[in-house]
């Protein structure tokens, strides 16, 4: 997948999660939970849908490589198998 593919899977994802946000506003360099107000049963349920989408397995030691849109862009492009 593209990066701009998987950044649409991302974005579609955390719309699931939080609805209430204005995707269209997100910076890919500053950190997801700044910019969007969500808690930790929010993030693992993002990571979910990722999952869903993607199949990718996030283990939580490698959270923090979705802190930004953009890193989060590299890590699932790295890890997304063909089934997305």
Same mark, same amino acid.
Not at 12 to 18: D, F, I, K, N, Q
Not at 33 to 40: C, E, G, L, M
Not at 79 to 84: F, L, N, R
């Given at each position: 997948?593209?990066?701009?593919?998987?950044?649409?899977?991302?974005?579609?994802?955390?719309?699931?999660?939080?609805?209430? #946000?204005?995707?269209t506003? %997100?910076?890919g360099?500053?950190?997801?939970?700044?910019?969007?107000?969500?808690?930790?049963?929010?993030?693992?349920n993002? #990571?979910?849908?990722?999952?869903?989408?993607?199949?990718?397995?996030?283990?939580?030691?490698?959270?923090?490589? %979705?802190?930004?849109?953009?890193?989060?862009?590299?890590? %699932?492009?790295?890890?997304?198998?063909?089934?997305?």
């Open positions: 997948m593209t990066a701009e593919e998987i950044r649409a899977v991302l974005l579609r994802a955390l719309g699931r999660v939080a609805p209430e #946000v204005d995707l506003s %997100l910076r360099d500053l950190p997801l939970r700044t910019q969007v107000d969500i808690d930790s049963i929010d993030f693992l993002f #990571v979910i849908e990722l999952h869903r989408e993607l199949g990718v397995d996030v283990p939580e030691a490698e959270y923090a490589a %979705l802190a930004t849109i953009d890193s989060a862009v590299t890590y %699932l492009q790295g890890h997304a198998s063909s089934k997305a």
